[in-house]
């Protein structure tokens, strides 16, 4: 009896009608899946096609989805929290049901959404780009996605066993810490994002050396295409900032279970420390999710423009200086912390230091499409939104960077609409327009241009809609995070959901062409959809397994449009010879199967069951150290044969 | 593609469009509107920047405006106008190097100037000494203590108009943010630590207070009222308050300390009696007594007592 | 992959495209793991002097305990170099006896990092006395289980240098271990300097 | 290549007695000296990094093969962030104790000369 009182009580979230809605449809949904799965006798091939692989193009795709799904579950939230506000007299949502869905809509759309959607495309993409038959560490590359597949689980899963965390994306202490704020909500976030954090660091290394050591020969740095650059300074920037991260979130989560002081208001801890080591990743993480979207951006419109891009090398130095900046500006988020006038200053102008680079690297944009030839296709499009609606971000966080006015600003919609400029506008615009301009390369097929434009027309639109007006909500006074307004904010808060339901009629738009795309849309015959410049359009479409018959040798920027002058390409019939590939693995996926576990019980302070998870990851370890498995070797033969099929609808 | 045109007008059109939505359908822009000089030097600089960054913006429109429609692939183009292999030039690239650095320069000096005049009292009336107001925050109360004339108010504050109010800041458990947006920017409220905040009213009037620093369940209550009056007013009210109202005890603070609402109360006391929670030794003062009341969730309907079932 | 491409001459662990990219991999970590250590070391001097009611850092460390610990991590420091050196001639055998010198030191420092702790819990001061005892145990805790796991992983490599002798890929492993293992003695080597020795000063 | 015909190479040995060497300047310097705090502070924390160094470059060997400037950038790059990280917390997180009253003020002091050793 008392174990169900419990299951009742505390392991199961009850008494939310919405969140019963969810429970069935999580149940209904998992039914359906195994259902599929066993009435076509695909359990064998999802296992060896997709668990255990560790090519990179396969792993990319799985870390799209997944992306798409968080960002499917981020926009639900988002839009419940919209009709909270719009409807503030209803009691549509209780202040501790809202103040939940801001948290996880914050934690999802950053974490599990925006960061997985970017190293989706970066991993299908940049070993391509740089004539490469995968990245340098394939297994960890698995070991990476499932670590982030399981640590996305283990949050969501929070949603209805023990509670969603309620502390903002954030999590400042004291209020997160264990007196305030007990049970095991927060945990989830501090343990979520602990896993899924271990892989995204594992990511960083992978990427560094992959493009510094399997460049193709002749492919100096400074011939690098200009979206595998930005990768590259990406990784820099996760590997020196993640670390941080994991450590903040191991304190708190050693102040939650194991009673440290570190962040309490007991024990002479320093609650304000949390947010400095938030922000001192925080701050670095903004640039992780931005520079890439900036790369795609460069690609699309140097692609569509029909030219070369503007000052590539300006492009360069300018993430460079970027990434070197995106250390030494994070208190910019807490200026109204009180740390004083030479603090304050300080970094205000470092903060708005960084607009210089971001102002280059605007202007080279525009400079790429002067005498220019622009096509415009769906791709192109979201790259075009892009630019004026990240300046308006930008200008507006240049504004909010002077200390002084902050103090205004500070938590109120005004920042809300400034980082919702940015990271949609740049962010999710860019996984966009990367996901439309690649999705023939991945699938095979193009995505229909004509749904593409509505989807794109509804969403840039009801982006505008939706966040413009909260600048000025936030000169109207409006704070950040409440659950209900005041009347002389109805008027605003209206407009903006209306702005809200728009995008959301964007987004399912884009999903139906998918499907549509899936079904209607004619198959590419060819490798090279867009005319492109750089090496991955070289390849055959569908992309065989190893990429690459022949590794092609690079004399210039700008890869594939040489080889096309020069009538060459990656399959010289007498250079073939056998390919090492690295053999596909299931460690990755039991061994953090087991990690889900650990954390699962050390979510719930079972130390037992989280001990005998570690034991399993431990034991996952030593297996791989005594794997000898070289791979193995891709005959001649084998490849001839691929690359004649694949190539028969070229000539 | 012919309609581009179109299309890039109505782009163009969008904020102008939303702007004029707004003008319409708000009543009015609180900060951009403020009642002293505090808020007043914030809103300057702010409207600085607001005018710098809209030339920046909209050169940028301009110039991409005229890109795209000029550039674009359109039949009957002139092919000398497409020039593929162009790919930079290094005295465009200097100067939009250049030209940010000095909006960015021109920037952080006012900035940096209004960064340390708001550490200090207002100048506007520097012949007065400040009035100094503790305020302290509780889940989800506002405690305004008067030292000097030894009043303690919960949930709404009387000051003075033009005269400079210290705040001094502090919190019993959650981090806190006080925001008067009429009056000026906000300061975190911290336990074991104070902060000082200086604001000043030029006219008089009720203003809406509020902490803006999410905390917890009681977050959107967590407001109070400001009521600026002139000094005699002022003065007649600190009067009325030590005479009328209880003396704050202990056993009373520590009650009203519990997490939960509270309606407007005031005394002829202060809490700072029995403790300041700005100080290392009063930091887990709140903690010690009611641990146990933040693990059952809390319902909250607002006035006094609702936290308590 | 070009796992293969050879270079005849130079060290084993580098011969392959694969050798060379884990060791550039593990550097790269190794950066990774400067700014985690740094994040602490951070903590720790924020939260410095926040003892609360537990007693203060100059009553309780030791001078000659400490130097002992040092010595001990610098000395395996050095004969982890030459295990590696051996391996760079092809005397496995010598490979086995530095490497094995080195856990031994290891242990030994793993030994009194235990006694130490448990020393100062019996003084009063542990993980929850204060957020200064809570950032001196994670700091040096989080080091001493860098210590662990770096001993166990060694052991798992001298299982396999036993079963399958000096290989490029075993070669490697080693090689990797052995920069770990040093780079645990530099992190020794600030914790040293800003724990213990500004403890005492201060 | 010579090197490798020797038992114990030297520049281990000299590596290891410069280390040892340091660290006993270093515990000296802690203990032993009457230097004013701040100096003493400054000067084992000097003493710790040109160690650093020693292991780096005589034990590590962090500048072979051709990676070696890509390794010697990322450590470099590694020690910059963590002087952001340690110096950048302790110059942001010394505030807001102008008004303690008793045991407060020993922790400004105490966050100040951090803030020293630090740099």
């Given at each position: 009896?008392e174990?169900?009182?419990f299951?009742?009580?505390?392991?199961?979230?009850?008494?939310?009608?919405?969140?019963?809605?969810a429970?069935?449809?999580?149940?209904?949904?998992?039914?359906?899946?195994?259902?599929?799965?066993?009435?076509?006798?695909?359990?064998?091939?999802?296992?060896?096609?997709?668990?255990?692989?560790?090519?990179?193009?396969?792993?990319?795709?799985?870390?799209?989805?997944?992306?798409?799904a968080?960002?499917?579950?981020?926009?639900?939230?988002?839009?419940?929290?919209?009709?909270?506000?719009?409807?503030?007299?209803?009691?549509?949502?209780?202040?501790?049901?809202?103040?939940?869905?801001?948290?996880?809509?914050?934690?999802?759309?950053?974490?599990?959404?925006?960061?997985?959607?970017?190293?989706?495309?970066?991993?299908?993409?940049?070993?391509?780009?740089?004539?490469?038959?995968?990245?340098?560490?394939?297994?960890?590359?698995?070991?990476?996605?499932?670590?982030?597949?399981?640590?996305?689980?283990?949050?969501?899963?929070?949603?209805?066993?023990?509670?969603?965390?309620?502390?903002?994306?954030?999590?400042?202490?004291?209020?997160?810490?264990?007196?305030?704020?007990?049970?095991?909500?927060?945990?989830?976030?501090?343990?979520?994002?602990?896993?899924?954090?271990?892989?995204?660091?594992?990511t960083?290394?992978n990427?560094?050396?992959?493009?510094?050591?399997?460049?193709?020969?002749?492919?100096?740095?400074?011939?690098?295409?200009?979206?595998?650059?930005?990768?590259?300074?990406?990784?820099?920037?996760?590997?020196?900032?993640?670390?941080?991260?994991?450590?903040?979130?191991?304190?708190?989560t050693?102040?939650?279970?194991?009673?440290?002081?570190?962040?309490?208001?007991?024990?002479?801890?320093?609650?304000m420390?949390?947010?400095?080591?938030?922000?001192?990743?925080?701050?670095?993480?903004?640039?992780?999710?931005?520079?890439?979207?900036?790369?795609?951006?460069?690609?699309i419109?140097?692609?569509?423009?029909?030219?070369?891009?503007?000052?590539?090398?300006?492009?360069?130095?300018?993430?460079?200086?970027?990434?070197?900046?995106?250390?030494?500006?994070?208190?910019?988020?807490?200026?109204?912390?009180?740390a004083?006038?030479?603090?304050?200053?300080?970094?205000?102008?470092?903060?708005?230091l960084?607009?210089?680079?971001?102002?280059?690297k605007?202007f080279?944009?525009?400079?790429?499409?002067?005498?220019?030839?622009?096509?415009?296709?769906?791709?192109m499009?979201?790259?075009?939104?892009?630019?004026?609606?990240f300046?308006?971000?930008?200008?507006?966080?240049v504004?909010?960077?002077?200390?002084?006015?902050?103090?205004?600003?500070?938590?109120?919609?005004?920042?809300?609409?400034?980082?919702?400029?940015?990271?949609?506008?740049?962010t999710v615009?860019?996984?966009?327009?990367?996901?439309?301009?690649?999705?023939?390369?991945?699938?095979?097929?193009?995505?229909?241009e004509?749904?593409?434009?509505?989807?794109?027309?509804?969403?840039?639109?009801?982006?505008?809609?939706?966040?413009?007006?909260?600048?000025?909500?936030?000169?109207?006074?409006?704070?950040?995070?409440?659950?209900?307004?005041?009347?002389?904010w109805?008027?605003?808060?209206?407009?903006?959901?209306?702005?809200?339901i728009?995008?959301?009629?964007?987004?399912?738009?884009f999903?139906?062409?998918?499907?549509?795309?899936?079904?209607?849309?004619?198959?590419?015959?060819?490798g090279?959809?867009?005319?492109g410049?750089?090496?991955?359009?070289?390849?055959?479409?569908?992309?065989?397994?190893?990429?690459?018959?022949?590794v092609?040798?690079?004399?210039?920027?700008?890869?594939?449009?040489?080889?096309?002058?020069?009538?060459?390409?990656?399959?010289?019939?007498?250079?073939?010879?056998?390919?090492?590939?690295?053999?596909d693995?299931?460690?990755p996926?039991?061994?953090?199967?087991?990690?889900?576990?650990?954390?699962?019980?050390?979510?719930?302070?079972?130390?037992?069951?989280?001990?005998?998870?570690?034991?399993?990851?431990?034991?996952?370890?030593?297996?791989?150290?005594?794997?000898?498995?070289?791979?193995?070797?891709?005959?001649?033969?084998?490849?001839k044969?691929?690359?004649?099929?694949?190539?028969?609808?070229?000539? | 593609?012919?309609?581009i045109y179109?299309?890039?007008?109505?782009?163009?059109?969008?904020?102008?469009?939303?702007?004029?939505?707004?003008?319409?359908?708000?009543?009015?822009?609180?900060?951009?509107?403020p009642?002293?000089?505090?808020?007043?030097?914030?809103?300057?600089?702010?409207?600085?920047?607001i005018?710098?960054?809209?030339?920046?913006?909209?050169?940028?429109?301009?110039?991409?405006?005229?890109m795209?429609?000029?550039?674009?692939?359109?039949?009957?183009?002139?092919?000398?106008?497409?020039d593929?292999?162009?790919h930079?030039?290094?005295t465009?690239?200097i100067?939009?190097?250049v030209?940010?650095?000095?909006?960015?320069?021109?920037?952080?000096?006012?900035?940096?100037?209004?960064?340390?005049?708001?550490?200090?009292?207002?100048e506007?009336?520097?012949?007065?000494?400040?009035?100094?107001?503790?305020?302290?925050?509780?889940?989800?109360?506002?405690?305004?203590?008067?030292?000097?004339?030894?009043?303690?108010?919960?949930?709404?504050?009387?000051i003075?108009?033009?005269?400079?109010?210290?705040?001094?800041?502090?919190?019993?458990?959650s981090?806190?943010?006080?925001?008067?947006?009429?009056?000026?920017?906000?300061?975190?409220?911290?336990?074991?630590?104070?902060?000082?905040?200086?604001?000043?009213?030029?006219?008089?009037?009720?203003?809406?207070g509020?902490?803006?620093?999410?905390?917890?369940?009681g977050?959107?209550?967590?407001?109070?009222?400001?009521?600026a009056?002139?000094?005699?007013?002022?003065?007649?009210?600190?009067?009325?308050?030590?005479?009328?109202?209880?003396?704050?005890?202990?056993?009373?603070y520590?009650?009203?300390?519990?997490?939960?609402?509270?309606?407007?109360?005031?005394?002829?006391?202060?809490h700072?009696?029995?403790?300041?929670?700005?100080?290392?030794e009063?930091?887990?003062?709140?903690?010690?007594?009611?641990k146990?009341?933040?693990?059952?969730?809390?319902?909250?309907?607002?006035?006094?007592?609702?936290?308590?079932? | 992959?070009?796992?293969?491409?050879?270079?005849?001459?130079g060290?084993?662990?580098?011969r392959?495209?694969?050798?060379?990219?884990?060791i550039?991999?593990?550097?790269?970590?190794?950066?990774?793991?400067?700014?985690?250590?740094?994040?602490?070391?951070?903590?720790?001097?924020?939260?410095f002097?926040?003892?609360?009611?537990?007693?203060?850092?100059?009553?309780?460390?030791?001078?000659?305990?400490?130097?002992?610990m040092?010595?001990?991590?610098?000395?395996?420091?050095?004969?982890?170099?030459?295990?590696?050196?051996?391996?760079?001639?092809g005397?496995?055998?010598?490979l086995?006896?530095?490497?094995?010198?080195?856990?031994?030191?290891?242990?030994?420092?793993?030994?009194?990092?235990?006694?130490?702790?448990?020393?100062?819990?019996?003084?009063?001061?542990?993980?929850?006395?204060?957020?200064?005892?809570?950032?001196?145990?994670?700091?040096?805790?989080?080091?001493?289980?860098h210590?662990?796991?770096?001993?166990?992983?060694?052991?798992?490599?001298?299982?396999?240098?036993?079963?399958?002798?000096?290989?490029?890929?075993?070669?490697?492993?080693?090689?990797?271990?052995?920069?770990?293992?040093?780079?645990?003695?530099?992190?020794?080597?600030?914790?040293?300097?800003?724990?213990?020795?500004?403890g005492?000063?201060? | 290549?010579?090197?490798?015909?020797?038992?114990?190479?030297?520049?281990h040995?000299?590596?290891?007695v410069?280390?040892?060497?340091?660290?006993?300047?270093?515990a000296?310097?802690?203990?032993?000296?009457?230097?004013?705090?701040?100096?003493?502070?400054?000067?084992?924390?000097?003493?710790?990094?040109?160690?650093?160094?020693?292991?780096?470059?005589?034990?590590?060997?962090?500048?072979?093969?051709?990676?070696?400037?890509?390794?010697?950038?990322?450590?470099?790059?590694?020690?910059?962030?963590?002087?952001?990280?340690?110096?950048?917390?302790?110059?942001?997180?010394?505030?807001?104790?102008?008004?303690?009253?008793?045991?407060g003020?020993?922790?400004?002091?105490?966050?100040?000369?951090?803030?020293?050793m630090?740099?």
């Amino acid at each position: 009896m008392e174990f169900i009182d419990f299951l009742l009580e505390d392991f199961f979230v009850t008494g939310q009608p919405l969140i019963y809605g969810a429970m069935v449809s999580i149940v209904l949904v998992s039914i359906a899946i195994v259902f599929v799965l066993s009435y076509f006798k695909k359990w064998g091939w999802l296992w060896r096609e997709w668990l255990t692989t560790v090519d990179h193009k396969k792993i990319g795709i799985m870390y799209i989805i997944a992306a798409l799904a968080m960002l499917f579950r981020g926009g639900v939230d988002a839009l419940l929290m919209r009709t909270q506000l719009t409807l503030p007299g209803m009691e549509f949502l209780d202040s501790q049901h809202y103040n939940e869905i801001f948290t996880t809509h914050g934690t999802i759309m950053i974490i599990f959404m925006a960061m997985p959607f970017l190293i989706g495309l970066m991993n299908y993409i940049v070993p391509l780009q740089i004539g490469a038959r995968d990245v340098a560490f394939p297994f960890l590359n698995a070991l990476s996605f499932w670590s982030f597949a399981f640590g996305a689980m283990i949050f969501n899963l929070s949603f209805v066993i023990g509670g969603s965390p309620d502390a903002g994306w954030t999590s400042y202490t004291p209020m997160a810490g264990a007196t305030l704020n007990p049970g095991p909500a927060q945990n989830y976030y501090l343990i979520g994002l602990q896993v899924s954090g271990i892989g995204t660091l594992a990511t960083g290394i992978n990427f560094i050396v992959t493009i510094l050591k399997m460049r193709a020969p002749g492919m100096k740095m400074m011939r690098l295409p200009i979206f595998t650059w930005s990768t590259f300074i990406t990784s820099i920037i996760i590997v020196f900032a993640f670390p941080i991260l994991t450590v903040a979130l191991a304190l708190m989560t050693i102040d939650r279970i194991f009673g440290s002081h570190f962040f309490t208001l007991t024990g002479e801890g320093m609650p304000m420390m949390w947010a400095n080591l938030f922000w001192l990743w925080g701050h670095p993480e903004v640039y992780i999710v931005i520079l890439p979207a900036f790369g795609i951006f460069s690609e699309i419109i140097s692609t569509f423009a029909r030219k070369q891009l503007f000052g590539y090398k300006a492009m360069v130095y300018s993430m460079v200086v970027i990434a070197g900046l995106s250390f030494v500006v994070w208190v910019h988020h807490f200026f109204t912390m009180g740390a004083g006038g030479a603090v304050n200053s300080f970094f205000s102008i470092t903060t708005m230091l960084i607009a210089v680079p971001t102002g280059v690297k605007i202007f080279n944009w525009l400079g790429t499409m002067y005498k220019g030839r622009i096509r415009f296709d769906t791709p192109m499009l979201w790259s075009l939104a892009f630019i004026p609606c990240f300046v308006i971000g930008g200008v507006t966080g240049v504004m909010l960077a002077m200390a002084a006015a902050d103090y205004q600003y500070h938590n109120t919609y005004f920042l809300v609409a400034h980082f919702h400029y940015v990271l949609i506008a740049g962010t999710v615009f860019g996984c966009f327009a990367g996901l439309t301009y690649w999705y023939p390369k991945m699938f095979g097929h193009k995505m229909n241009e004509k749904l593409g434009k509505i989807s794109f027309w509804f969403f840039v639109i009801g982006f505008n809609v939706c966040f413009f007006p909260m600048y000025f909500l936030g000169f109207a006074g409006m704070p950040r995070r409440t659950y209900t307004i005041e009347p002389e904010w109805m008027a605003l808060n209206v407009t903006a959901s209306i702005g809200a339901i728009l995008m959301a009629i964007g987004f399912a738009v884009f999903v139906y062409n998918i499907y549509y795309s899936f079904r209607y849309s004619q198959r590419e015959t060819h490798g090279d959809t867009w005319d492109g410049r750089a090496l991955e359009w070289a390849t055959t479409t569908p992309v065989p397994f190893y990429n690459f018959a022949t590794v092609p040798k690079i004399e210039g920027p700008e890869a594939y449009w040489r080889m096309k002058e020069n009538g060459r390409t990656t399959y010289e019939k007498e250079k073939v010879e056998p390919i090492h590939m690295p053999s596909d693995s299931g460690v990755p996926f039991v061994m953090m199967a087991f990690m889900f576990i650990a954390s699962f019980g050390l979510i719930w302070e079972w130390i037992g069951i989280a001990i005998a998870g570690l034991i399993g990851v431990l034991a996952c370890m030593v297996i791989r150290s005594f794997d000898y498995d070289d791979g193995f070797y891709v005959s001649v033969e084998e490849i001839k044969q691929t690359e004649k099929k694949a190539r028969e609808g070229e000539q | 593609m012919k309609n581009i045109y179109l299309r890039v007008k109505l782009w163009a059109a969008l904020p102008a469009l939303s702007l004029l939505l707004l003008v319409s359908g708000c009543g009015e822009l609180t900060v951009l509107d403020p009642k002293g000089p505090v808020g007043e030097s914030q809103k300057d600089l702010i409207i600085f920047s607001i005018i710098l960054m809209l030339i920046i913006v909209a050169v940028v429109f301009i110039a991409f405006t005229y890109m795209i429609v000029k550039y674009r692939d359109r039949p009957g183009r002139d092919e000398k106008d497409y020039d593929p292999d162009h790919h930079g030039n290094t005295t465009l690239e200097i100067v939009w190097t250049v030209i940010p650095l000095i909006i960015v320069t021109a920037l952080s000096i006012p900035t940096v100037i209004t960064i340390y005049e708001l550490e200090e009292a207002p100048e506007a009336s520097s012949d007065k000494e400040p009035l100094v107001v503790y305020a302290t925050t509780a889940d989800w109360k506002w405690f305004f203590s008067y030292p000097e004339e030894n009043i303690e108010t919960v949930n709404y504050l009387h000051i003075p108009t033009d005269r400079a109010i210290e705040f001094r800041l502090s919190s019993a458990d959650s981090m806190a943010s006080l925001w008067i947006p009429a009056l000026g920017g906000q300061k975190y409220n911290m336990a074991g630590m104070e902060n000082t905040l200086y604001l000043q009213a030029d006219e008089e009037g009720t203003y809406e207070g509020r902490n803006s620093n999410y905390n917890g369940s009681g977050f959107a209550e967590h407001t109070f009222e400001v009521h600026a009056e002139n000094e005699e007013d002022f003065e007649s009210w600190v009067e009325k308050v030590k005479n009328t109202a209880p003396e704050l005890t202990q056993e009373e603070y520590d009650s009203l300390l519990a997490p939960g609402l509270e309606e407007e109360l005031e005394f002829s006391s202060t809490h700072l009696d029995y403790v300041d929670h700005g100080t290392n030794e009063g930091r887990d003062y709140l903690i010690e007594r009611h641990k146990d009341a933040f693990e059952e969730p809390l319902h909250l309907k607002g006035g006094r007592g609702a936290g308590d079932e | 992959m070009s796992a293969h491409t050879d270079i005849s001459t130079g060290p084993l662990e580098y011969r392959t495209q694969e050798g060379r990219m884990n060791i550039l991999g593990f550097w790269i970590f190794l950066g990774a793991e400067v700014v985690l250590f740094s994040t602490l070391f951070a903590t720790y001097a924020v939260l410095f002097g926040r003892t609360a009611d537990a007693p203060v850092p100059a009553d309780l460390f030791e001078m000659p305990m400490v130097l002992i610990m040092t010595f001990l991590l610098l000395t395996s420091s050095f004969t982890c170099g030459i295990a590696i050196h051996h391996m760079r001639r092809g005397s496995l055998k010598g490979l086995f006896v530095w490497l094995g010198i080195t856990l031994a030191l290891g242990l030994g420092f793993l030994g009194f990092e235990i006694y130490e702790f448990v020393h100062y819990a019996h003084e009063g001061a542990s993980l929850p006395s204060s957020a200064f005892w809570s950032a001196f145990f994670v700091l040096t805790g989080t080091h001493g289980l860098h210590v662990l796991l770096g001993i166990s992983w060694a052991v798992l490599i001298l299982i396999q240098l036993r079963q399958r002798g000096l290989t490029p890929v075993t070669s490697r492993k080693v090689f990797i271990v052995g920069l770990y293992w040093h780079f645990l003695d530099v992190i020794w080597i600030f914790i040293f300097t800003s724990v213990y020795l500004i403890g005492m000063v201060v | 290549m010579s090197e490798l015909t020797k038992r114990i190479p030297k520049q281990h040995v000299v590596g290891f007695v410069g280390s040892i060497i340091l660290t006993v300047a270093a515990a000296w310097a802690a203990v032993g000296s009457d230097l004013p705090t701040p100096w003493i502070i400054t000067s084992i924390m000097v003493l710790a990094v040109i160690q650093a160094f020693i292991q780096l470059f005589m034990f590590m060997h962090m500048t072979e093969t051709e990676s070696g400037g890509i390794q010697a950038g990322n450590m470099l790059y590694g020690f910059f962030v963590a002087v952001v990280i340690v110096a950048g917390s302790i110059w942001t997180m010394s505030f807001g104790y102008t008004h303690d009253h008793g045991g407060g003020s020993d922790n400004d002091n105490e966050t100040e000369e951090h803030e020293h050793m630090d740099h």
